[in-house]
């Protein structure tokens, strides 16, 4: 008796060691032990009696024990997820379990860092939104208020007058046109950052492509007295991407690049380096300070604003180039400084089979 007691003793000691990890291995383990004795052993009916008894008692204990173990677990659990729902924690630091349920407190601790990213970039978009809300309605308010100004000055009586009527239906009409921009640009960016805008990628002579950009807005450039050149290293030079949004990219970078320089040149450039082209558009003119560089490409934010309405200019056209240009699993960057000019370029993959020698 005392050989069996010590062996159902001993097993008991075994069931709280792995009790912990999965209850199934107790249930089983027993069953093969109950078996052991009774096929290997030889003993009384009041000893096998015994011996089944000792053990369920023993089991109850075990499971007592795990249950309390395991309630005291599920506590400390229930406890970091209601401080967590409360914002209570600052620090994923701050979220500590039992050694056995070391796996849980990782997994906490990174739900835990992601929700704190998410609220951040939440409260970031809530930002961005708001801003953006303010922006548009400021952008939009500034020249239907100067369309209604000029039209009620008219419908009073200077519509009679020559020496006013037509200067004010042309400032009337100038900023119907900016107001028209800024609504193509909303447009624009709303379908980039929904998902809308479709891209249709393809090889396609780069030489060619710009050499017709150039010619179009050389006229303005030439009426400011600037020279607009371009300088490509192959003609048969083939890039990929999508010619129609980068068409508008390239609109975009030289029309500002004339709005800000007052005199010498603008160079569109084009290089390339391994497997890859870099277009660049390249001025001699005012130039972005330090503190500028990181923002320009930010929706309505201008360097300059009083020349930049002047211009006529949105505030949103870099913030679609940008757009544009990361769509082409690329990015657009910039280089300036104050008084000397601004060089904004970016990389578009190369065809290799039509490559120049």
């Known amino acids: 008796m005392s050989v069996i007691a010590s062996k159902t003793i001993s097993w008991f000691w075994l069931n709280l060691k792995f009790a912990l990890s999965n209850l199934k291995i107790i249930i089983a383990a027993n069953l093969i032990y109950l078996l052991s004795l009774f096929f290997l052993i030889e003993f009384t009916f009041i000893e096998f009696a015994f011996v089944i008894l000792l053990t369920l008692i023993l089991q109850l204990i075990t499971f007592h024990i795990i249950g309390n173990f395991r309630r005291s677990e599920i506590k400390q659990i229930k406890s ?27 997994r906490l601790k990174a739900i835990f860092r992601r929700t704190r990213q998410d609220i951040a970039s939440m409260k970031k978009m809530e930002q961005v939104r708001t801003e953006f809300l303010a922006n548009v309605s400021h952008e939009l308010r500034t020249p239907i208020f100067a ?11 200077a519509i009679d007058d020559p020496k006013v009527n037509r200067n004010f239906v042309i400032k ?123 923002r320009v490409f930010e929706r309505f934010y201008r360097v300059d604003k009083g020349r930049s309405k002047a211009a006529g ?20 960057e910039v280089k300036s400084e104050l008084g000397k000019g601004s060089e904004f370029f970016f990389k578009l993959k190369k065809n290799k089979l039509k490559s120049p020698v």
């Open 80 to 106: 970091l997820l209601k401080n967590i729902a409360k914002d209570k924690l600052h620090s994923p630091e701050e979220i500590k379990l039992t050694k056995s349920l070391e796996e849980i407190e990782n």
């Open 172 to 294: 009337a009409n100038n900023h119907t046109k900016n107001l028209n921009n800024l609504l193509n640009d909303l447009i624009d960016i709303s379908m980039i950052e929904s998902g809308q805008m479709r891209m249709s990628f393809r090889y396609f002579k780069i030489f060619t492509f710009l050499e017709k950009i150039v010619m179009m807005l050389k006229t303005m450039a030439t009426e400011k007295g600037l020279e607009l050149k371009l300088n490509c290293e192959s003609k048969e030079l083939e890039l990929y991407g999508d010619t129609v949004r980068l068409e508008q990219v390239m609109i975009n970078l030289i029309q500002n690049a004339i709005k800000y320089t007052e005199k010498g040149s603008i160079e569109v450039k084009v290089e390339t380096s391994g497997k890859q082209g870099t277009i660049s558009v390249i001025d001699s003119g005012l130039g972005i300070s330090e503190n500028d560089l990181d």
């Open 147 to 157: 369309i209604q100004g000029f039209l009620e000055t008219l419908l009073n009586g």
């Open 313 to 332: 200019g949105t505030g949103l056209g870099l913030a679609i180039v940008k757009h544009i240009i990361e769509a082409h699993d690329s990015r657009i």
